[in-house]
């Protein structure tokens, strides 16, 4: 998705004194204080991040106010949406469901997907998304953990990166993804990846995503042998549809501290591969 810095005339607020216009490095500052005020963990690096695979739009009032933000992340034949915010003193006039809408607009006639939070979640069913998955959100200082051992499992080296690319081809956020990974494990059978979870900053700290494995065995040993080689480490993990037995995450240190839907609007399409057990992050998917 090519960026715009120029004004969006197709985007407008039905509130006269709010303009809209496509979101650009020079909105990074205020996106990050926006989100610090609701408590998330974003840096500005990981706002920035946002540009490289997707649109984003602003919502700024007549003096020059960040109101709100959102974000429509390409994954070539499907798109998702997130960090849709709206500034808390500007709750309750509809803005939240204009930005969707404009997002929506922006991904064409894509399947969409998002993470949706408690309070989101009805307004996302009234414009026709329904819950696909359930997304746990777990993080915690990483304790100490026994290496796992599995057959096939070793790190990922630099002369991975074409093969890691492969396992979700022509997707500029499993590609960027590829790309910011600090450390990695994958699934070598016979020198062809069948799996892998990647190590990234972000946050607070760390986040282990995307994590692709088509056995619960396979991505608890990608994730188990991550752990192993960061003790010590603040990480977050945003499993889909996990196993309820988290006895394993927990005695690495880990707590599930949100449970929230994933919701989908069309039939998202079949990706080839392994599957993805572990999210990049929530708001990329």
């Not at 707590?255 to 069309?266: A, H, K, T």
């Not at 572990?278 to 708001?283: D, E, K, R």
Request: proline letters at 6%; hydrophobic letters at 40%.
């Amino acid at each position: 998705m090519p960026q715009d810095a120029t004004a969006a005339p197709h985007l407008s607020s039905r509130d006269a004194t709010l303009g809209y216009r496509r979101f650009d490095t020079q909105d990074l500052d205020d996106a990050l204080q926006l989100s610090r005020r609701l408590g998330w963990p974003h840096r500005r690096e990981d706002w920035a991040q946002m540009l490289e695979v997707g649109q984003g739009i602003v919502l700024r009032s007549d003096s020059g106010e960040l109101v709100g933000t959102g974000f429509c992340t390409d994954h070539g034949n499907m798109a998702t949406l997130g960090l849709i915010i709206v500034d808390d003193a500007w709750q309750g006039r509809g803005l939240g469901r204009e930005i969707l809408v404009h997002l929506m607009a922006l991904a064409g006639e894509r399947p969409l997907a998002l993470v949706a939070t408690t309070a989101g979640a009805p307004l996302y069913r009234k414009l026709g998304f329904e819950t696909c998955n359930l997304v746990c959100q777990y993080q915690g200082i990483i304790e100490p953990t026994p290496a796992p051992s599995l057959p096939h499992l070793r790190p990922a080296i630099a002369s991975d990166w074409e093969a890691l690319l492969a396992l979700v081809p022509d997707n500029p956020v499993h590609a960027l993804a590829v790309r910011e990974a600090t450390h990695g494990m994958v699934l070598d059978v016979d020198g062809r990846l069948e799996g892998c979870a990647l190590w990234r900053d972000f946050g607070r700290g760390h986040h282990i995503g995307p994590v692709l494995a088509d056995s619960d065995t396979a991505a608890r040993a990608l994730i188990q042998a991550l752990f192993a080689e960061h003790e010590g480490s603040f990480v977050r993990l945003d499993l889909v549809d996990p196993d309820p037995n988290d006895d394993w995450l927990q005695s690495a240190g880990l707590r599930c501290v949100d449970r929230i839907e994933r919701m989908r609007r069309g039939e998202l399409p079949e990706i080839p591969g392994p599957t993805r057990v572990g999210l990049t992050t929530q708001t990329m998917g």
